[in-house]
Nanobody
Framework: QVQLVESGGGLVQAGGSLRLSCEAS????????MGWYRQAPGKERELVAR???????????SYADSVKGRFTISRDNAKNMVYLQMNSLKPEDTAVYYC?????????WGQGTQVTVSS
């Protein structure tokens, strides 16, 4: 079991930045993947950024095309934390952002944090 708690959401103007944080209840070093997803009103949940464990100690990053070059996912295994740095935010980035973890074949989700970008 992994509990995930997101923080860092809020209201920001277009062009601004936010950093989301996700704290896991246990060590994340051995998890297969950790990532960020988002869901806007009336839309399906979509992948934003993901770190997949490769050959130790490396991870492979992947991003949605819509956020490449603007968002960066990172992690601190010692603190059991994953971050999403979001720069050059656009109104279309407005959504609830969820932290997710995959441990073997099981997915875990946080409760989400609202990000609102005003134009």
């Amino acid at each position: 079991q992994v509990q995930l708690v997101e923080s860092g959401g809020g209201l920001v103007q277009a062009g601004g930045s936010l950093r989301l944080s996700c704290e896991a209840s246990r060590s994340i070093a051995s998890l297969n993947a950790m990532g960020w997803y988002r869901q806007a009103p009336g839309k399906e949940r979509e992948l934003v950024a993901r770190m997949t464990r490769g050959i130790f100690p490396n991870y492979r990053d992947s991003y949605a095309d819509s956020v490449k070059g603007r968002f960066t996912i990172s992690r601190d295994n010692a603190k059991n934390m994953v971050y999403l740095q979001m720069n050059s935010l656009k109104p279309e980035d407005t959504a609830v952002y969820y932290c997710a973890a995959t441990d073997r074949a099981t997915d875990y989700w946080g409760q989400g944090t609202q990000v609102t970008v005003s134009s």
